[in-house]
């Protein structure tokens, strides 16, 4: 915690003056601002860190800053944070004071080699800031500070604690669950080590708060999770990914305080667990074309009708289910055991081995009334803001399969001679996978942003849909790219890892809306205006 002590910033002995570091003179100060009260005693990087950090203080502690204008309010420990990091001590002087003596006939003193055309007119900023710092004033207010920072600041770093839950799963998968891939694939299941490792970590639990025994993680913190699970075999990511994204985050959003005290403690360790179910024979993206039914009878709920491609059904304790009442389309939550449920037979998949896929079958299903999620009429809008999320975090298992085909192609092309050099050496193959890594890095930063802004209250209809397209796109083209590399073996079935990612990243561009939805959601929101991230 900062104290008055260790701060390099002395207060004023002289109220509303502040001595310039490049002059004896006084210099006006921002009046009413707490950057009044403060004083430079030094210059650099460090010592302009500190002076923000001087800032911060006031802020929290000062009954100035606490209510200082209400343009700086809201964003006064960011505005310290944002300064901090870009603007030394020099910058910050002029900024505040005023210029010195040399900084001020400097403004008025052409460059060499730079001669202006006078028919151009200086911008607004540049009209105003020689005049202003002949006046000893700041050349910005609030408001404008306050527009600067609603355009937002990029940190691209990832904290120390995420970086580390990120590289525990990672060890995880390419430990003690890649060395099974072969099994998994040939069994089509997943064996129970696997998954009691997963149960160690924490990862069933992951969208469950902590009040209900879960880790209760940020969306972005699941995205780094789900990226290091599109490592490893997809049955395993799939299995997770569903019982902890959309089969578990309607209940934490919607549900009521007695189902989320009946569910999710039991769903956290991986006890019971979760599915959710949408998908009909003849409505899958497009929801609007729902046929199950539940009619209302006295206490209970009755549905009727058939859900397709559910992942985790054989397994599943519970389902988020969707079914079209008199007010709309609903939400439910529907148990394993309810009478008239019941499961339909697997699906043979091209990939995704360890995960199961079968049909729900609702003939007269009853279900108690209290099984009704939030309020009626509003499952749609739930699905809708479910989905993004689980969009987003599938974009990033896209993103480690990617990686994962790259630095696999990578080693293969480093070690495999033709023509008397390795593979890498020949520009076509460099080029390729120079190639597959610019397009991965750019998906992975669109998955960040889609999960930061989730994580900021933003329904990200349009970033999580960007994200989902180009991250499962450039997985399918990134893969492919590595078997082209690989040449022959990578077309082996059991030989090669690459091959069977091959297999499992195909059903990105379909799962959770396929690539044409995902143009289409994209597509609708650019005619509602939303066409830039602000």
């Not at 209400?70 to 004071?97: D, H, M, Q």
């Not at 040939?186 to 009691?196: G, K, S």
């Not at 008239?340 to 037979?345: A, E, K, R, T, V």
Request: aromatic fraction near 8%.
């Amino acid at each position: 915690m900062l104290t008055r002590e260790r701060c390099c910033y002395q207060p004023l002995p002289a109220a509303g003056t502040l001595t310039h570091p490049h002059s004896k003179r006084p210099a006006a100060a921002a009046v009413g601002t707490p950057a009044a009260s403060v004083l430079p005693r030094c210059r650099g990087q460090r010592e302009g860190t500190e002076f923000c950090a001087g800032m911060l203080y006031l802020f929290r502690e000062n009954s100035m800053g606490r209510h200082w204008c209400s343009a700086w309010a809201k964003r006064r420990e960011g505005a310290v944070k944002t300064i901090a990091r870009l603007i030394t001590a020099p910058v910050l002087a002029r900024f505040i004071l005023g210029p010195g003596p040399a900084q001020a006939a400097a403004l008025h003193r052409p460059r060499a080699g730079a001669a202006r055309d006078a028919s151009v007119p200086l911008s607004p900023l540049r009209q105003r800031a020689p005049r202003l710092h002949a006046q000893g004033q700041p050349c910005s207010n609030p408001r404008e500070t306050e527009a600067f920072l609603r355009e937002g600041t990029v940190d691209f770093s990832i904290a120390a604690e995420d970086r580390l839950l990120a590289d525990s799963v990672r060890n995880f998968v390419e430990e003690e669950v890649n060395p099974h891939w072969q099994q998994i694939d040939r069994e089509d299941r997943l064996p129970d080590e696997v998954i009691a490792g997963a149960k160690r970590l924490g990862l069933f639990g992951m969208s469950v708060p902590a009040e209900y025994g879960g880790l209760g993680l940020s969306v972005l913190q699941k995205a780094l999770v789900h990226e290091q699970l599109g490592r490893g075999p997809w049955g395993l990511a799939s299995f997770i990914s569903v019982h902890t994204g959309i089969g578990c985050v309607g209940i934490v959003r919607f549900g009521s305080p007695e189902q989320k005290q009946r569910y999710l403690p039991k769903m956290a360790t991986g006890e019971w667990l979760g599915s959710f179910a949408l998908t009909e024979p003849e409505a899958g993206s497009d929801a609007g074309a729902l046929k199950t039914r539940a009619e209302r009878q006295g206490d209970h709920w009755v549905l009727r009708g058939r859900k397709i491609f559910i992942t985790n059904a054989p397994l599943a304790h519970q389902f988020f289910l969707f079914a079209r009442t008199e007010r709309g389309i609903s939400a439910f939550i529907v148990d394993r055991d309810s009478p008239g449920l019941s499961i339909g037979s697997v699906f043979d998949t091209l990939g995704h081995q360890g995960s199961q896929i079968s049909e729900v079958i609702l003939d007269d299903c009853r279900i108690p009334a209290s099984a009704l999620v939030g309020e009626e009429g509003q499952g749609f809008e739930y699905a809708k803001r479910t989905l993004a999320e689980g969009r987003t975090t599938l974009a990033a298992r896209c993103v480690g399969a990617a990686q994962k085909a790259l630095e696999l192609a990578l080693a293969y092309a480093q070690q495999r001679h033709t023509f008397g050099k390795p593979l890498i050496e020949h520009q076509s193959i460099a080029f390729r996978l120079a190639q597959m890594s610019a397009r991965t890095e750019a998906a992975r930063l669109l998955v960040y942003r889609s999960a930061w802004l989730l994580d900021q209250g933003s329904a990200a209809i349009r970033e999580s849909s960007t994200a989902k397209l180009v991250a499962a796109e450039n997985a399918w083209q990134t893969v492919d790219d590595a078997m082209q590399i690989f040449g022959g073996n990578g077309y082996v079935r059991g030989e090669y890892m690459i091959e069977r990612i091959w297999r499992d990243v195909r059903v990105a561009r379909v799962y959770d809306g396929s690539s044409e939805v995902q143009q289409i959601v994209i597509a609708q929101r650019l005619r509602k205006g939303d066409v830039e991230t602000r």
